[in-house]
C-alpha cells in the first residue's frame, strides 16, 4: 500500500476522468438524436419527414379513377400517352376536394404551342407546326380534340406523323 | 382473471401481431413500401425530349422550388460543325418557358439536355458533409435532413452536377428528392408524371419487372462525367459525347 500513498492525486484525476466521460455520456444521450446512426451517418427519422411532404400532382391514376369517359377518349388518340397533369397542371387539391376545387380549362393558344411549335431543336418525328401559319389564327381545338388531336379517321400514330406541316 | 380457450385463441394471434410490431421497430409511414426493397434512379431519354419546360414547371410546383432556383432543368446544346468540343449551351430561366427560336438557316445540331440530381450511389455531395445532415438512403435517393443542415455549401461545391443550392429562405441545402413523398407511395415524380413525352423515366432498378432492364440492353445508355466514378443513376439515352 505505501506504493500508492503518494497517488492520490492520481486517483483524484482518475475520478474527475470517469465523472466527465459519465457527464459525456449523459449529454450525448439527450443532444444526439434518437435515430441517427440507425441506417448510416444521420438522422433516419428524416426520411420519413421528406416522405410527408404534401403532394400537389394527383396522378394519372387518380384523375383516370373519375373521368373515365377523357380517359377512353385518350387511349385511342396519339395523346394516349400524355398524363392529364402534363396539360392541367398540378390537380391533387382538386382530387381531393373535387366540388370547391374546379380546374380551369387551358388556354390551347398557349398549351399546344407548348410543344408543338416548329423548332429545328426538336426531334424530327414529333409534330410540329408554325401555329400562326398553321391554322390562321383559329384555336387549335376548333379542328383538334386535345384529347385525341387526330382528324376525322386520322386518329393515333398516324395524327401524329400527318400532323407535322 | 378467467380467460377461456375461445378467449386465449383470439389473444395469442393479436398478441402475436402486437409483438411483430414492436419487434419491426418504428413502423414506416407508407405502410406497403419497403426501403430494401427498392434502388432508385431515372431514365432521360434525350431523342424524346422537346424542350417544352414541363418538368421544370411541375417540379417547381410540387416541390416549392424557389423562383430562380431549379432541381431540374432543361440546358439546349448546339453543336455546331467546327466546335464539335465546345457547344454552346443555353437554358434561359431553367427552360421552365421553352426556348428562343432556333436561327434560320444556322449550322449543326441542336437537341435538349434535361438535367437534375444523379442520385449517385458513391455521391460527392454527401461524402464532404460534415455533420451527417445529407445521406443516400438505403434505397438509392441522395437527400437533406435540412434540420440537420447547417448550411456550408461544402455539398453544393462537391456536386459535380451543380444540382444543389442553398435555398434563398431557409438557408440550408436544397435539391432534387427525386420526389421521395410520392415515390414512397407507389407514384412517379413530378417531372416524370409532367413530361407529354416520356423523355423522363423513373427507373426501379432493384425490381425486375421494370423496363428499365430491357432497355439497358437494348440502347447505347451512358451517364453524366463517368470519369468522375460517381456511380451516377440518370441514365442518358442517346447522350451526344458533348454533353458536359
Redesign the interface.
Known amino acids: 500500500m505505501s506504493a500508492l500513498k503518494d497517488a492520490g492525486h492520481l486517483f483524484r484525476f482518475a475520478g474527475l476522468f470517469v465523472i466527465a466521460f459519465v457527464v459525456f455520456l449523459v449529454v450525448r444521450s439527450y443532444v444526439v438524436p434518437k ?2 446512426g440507425q ?5 433516419a427519422a ?12 394527383a ?2 391514376e387518380t384523375c383516370e379513377a373519375c373521368h373515365t369517359d377523357i380517359a377512353d377518349t385518350k387511349t385511342k388518340g396519339a ?1 394516349a ?3 392529364c ?3 392541367h ?2 390537380l391533387a387539391a382538386h382530387a381531393n376536394d373535387p366540388t370547391s376545387v374546379t380546374p380551369v380549362k387551358p388556354d390551347t393558344a398557349v398549351l399546344c404551342a ?2 408543338h ?1 416548329a ?5 424530327k418525328g ?1 409534330p410540329q407546326v408554325d401555329p400562326a401559319d398553321h391554322s390562321s389564327g383559329a384555336p387549335c381545338q376548333t379542328c383538334h380534340n386535345p384529347h385525341s388531336p387526330g382528324i376525322g379517321a386520322d386518329t393515333g400514330a398516324s395524327a401524329a406523323k400527318g400532323g407535322a406541316q | 382473471m378467467n380467460i377461456s380457450r375461445r378467449h386465449l385463441l383470439v389473444l395469442l394471434p393479436a398478441a402475436a401481431v402486437a409483438w411483430k410490431h414492436v419487434l419491426a421497430g ?1 413502423p ?3 405502410p406497403n413500401y419497403q ?1 430494401s426493397e427498392h434502388w432508385w434512379g431515372m431514365l432521360i431519354d434525350i ?8 418538368c421544370v414547371r ?1 417540379c417547381q ?3 416549392d422550388v424557389p423562383d430562380g432556383f431549379f432541381r431540374t432543368w432543361v440546358e ?1 446544346y448546339h453543336r455546331s460543325d467546327i466546335h464539335l468540343e465546345n457547344p454552346e449551351v443555353i437554358s434561359p430561366d431553367g427552360g421552365k418557358e ?2 428562343p ?2 436561327p434560320e438557316g ?1 449550322e449543326g445540331d ?3 439536355v434535361p438535367k437534375m440530381c444523379n442520385h449517385c450511389s458513391d455521391s460527392p455531395c454527401t461524402q464532404v458533409c460534415p455533420v ?7 434505397d438509392g435517393v441522395v ?1 437533406i ?4 443542415c447547417l448550411g456550408c455549401a461544402y455539398c453544393v461545391q462537391a456536386c459535380p452536377y451543380g444540382c444543389r443550392y442553398i435555398h434563398p429562405t431557409k438557408k440550408v441545402a436544397d435539391k432534387c ?1 427525386l420526389c ?3 415515390i ?2 407507389g ?2 415524380t ?1 417531372c416524370c ?6 423523355a423522363r423515366q423513373l427507373a426501379d432498378l432493384k425490381n425486375p419487372n421494370d423496363p428499365i432492364h430491357a432497355f439497358l440492353k437494348t440502347h447505347s445508355v451512358q451517364v453524366l462525367k463517368p470519369q468522375m466514378a460517381t456511380g451516377a443513376k440518370a441514365f442518358y439515352n442517346g447522350l451526344d459525347g458533348s454533353v458536359r
Request: hydrophobic share 30%.
Open positions: 435515430t441517427f441506417y448510416g451517418h444521420y438522422r428524416a426520411i420519413g419527414e421528406i416522405a410527408d411532404h404534401p403532394m400537389k400532382f396522378g394519372h395523346h400517352h400524355v398524363n397533369e402534363a396539360c397542371g398540378a407548348r410543344c411549335t423548332s429545328a431543336a426538336k426531334p414529333f | 418504428t414506416q409511414d407508407s426501403m431523342p424524346k425530349c422537346i424542350g417544352c419546360g414541363n411541375a410546383t410540387e416541390n439546349r421553352g426556348f427560336p432556333v444556322a441542336y437537341f435538349f451527417g445532415a445529407t445521406f443516400i438512403s438505403p437527400l435532413d435540412q434540420k440537420y428528392t421521395y413523398h410520392r414512397t407511395k407514384l412517379t413530378a408524371e409532367a413530361c407529354p413525352t416520356g
